[in-house]
Structure formats: structure tokens, C-alpha cells
């Protein structure tokens, strides 16, 4: 199974950025999938996340309202479209893959590489 994230890079303050993770190994269909962030010496933190079954979505307190998770089947890729964005928004965005989760990392199998967000004032 590989989780290939792509899409990070710098922006100022209140630009947007989407953010992709393209899955193989697995039957992505059948996967709830989120994006989690981890800033420099702070712990995971869950951004984002969809329900394969249901379709239903999920954020973080601090993203709600700004960030939107979306997904293609088809291409067994997972967006996320980041609006607003703010300078503590920084971090490394990692897309995770489970059965059934929600927004413990614990309960995650799978996981990308990560990419880089920076947000400057």
C-alpha cells in the first residue's frame, strides 16, 4: 500500500492551497480517509476526515469552516482544499488510510509521506 501526498508548498497568509494523496495497494472505495498535520515539536493533530461508507465528513475545531476534505474514487485520491490559510496552519500534512476510523491517528493503517505547508505573515 503506498499513500503518495503531494500539493504543499509556502503561501501568505489567508491564500489557499489543495492538497492530494493519490492510494494504490488498496481498495481505496472502502477506506475512510483523513488528513492529519504535525506542527515542529507538537504532536499529530487530526485535520480532516471522510467516511467511505456514508460519505459523511469530518474537521478539526481549528480548520472547520476553512478547509474542505473531498475524494475521487475513481482516481483513488483524496483532496483537501485549504482556504484561508493562516501562519499556524504550518506543518507537515500527512493523509492516513483505515477501515474504519475517525480521528485517532492510533486507529490509522496506512500513511503518506507527508508535505510541507508554510504560512507566512
Known amino acids: 500500500v503506498q499513500l503518495q501526498a503531494s500539493g504543499g508548498g509556502l503561501v501568505q497568509a489567508g491564500d489557499s492551497l489543495r492538497l492530494s494523496c493519490v492510494a494504490s495497494?488498496?481498495?481505496?472505495?472502502?477506506?475512510?480517509m483523513s488528513w492529519f498535520r504535525q506542527a515542529p515539536g507538537q504532536e499529530r493533530e487530526f485535520v480532516a476526515g471522510?467516511?467511505?461508507?456514508?460519505?459523511?465528513?469530518y474537521y478539526g475545531d481549528s480548520v472547520k469552516g476553512r478547509f474542505t476534505i473531498s475524494r475521487d474514487n475513481g482516481k483513488n485520491t483524496v483532496f483537501l482544499q485549504m482556504n484561508s490559510l493562516k501562519p499556524e496552519d504550518t506543518a507537515v500534512y500527512y493523509c492516513?488510510?483505515?477501515?474504519?476510523?475517525?480521528?485517532?491517528?492510533?486507529?490509522?493503517?496506512?500513511w503518506g509521506q507527508g508535505t510541507q505547508v508554510t504560512v507566512s505573515s
Open positions: 495497494g488498496l481498495t481505496f472505495s472502502r477506506y475512510d
Open positions: 471522510m467516511s467511505w461508507r456514508s460519505g459523511n465528513t
Open positions: 492516513a488510510a483505515a477501515r474504519l476510523a475517525y480521528s485517532d491517528s492510533r486507529q490509522y493503517e496506512y
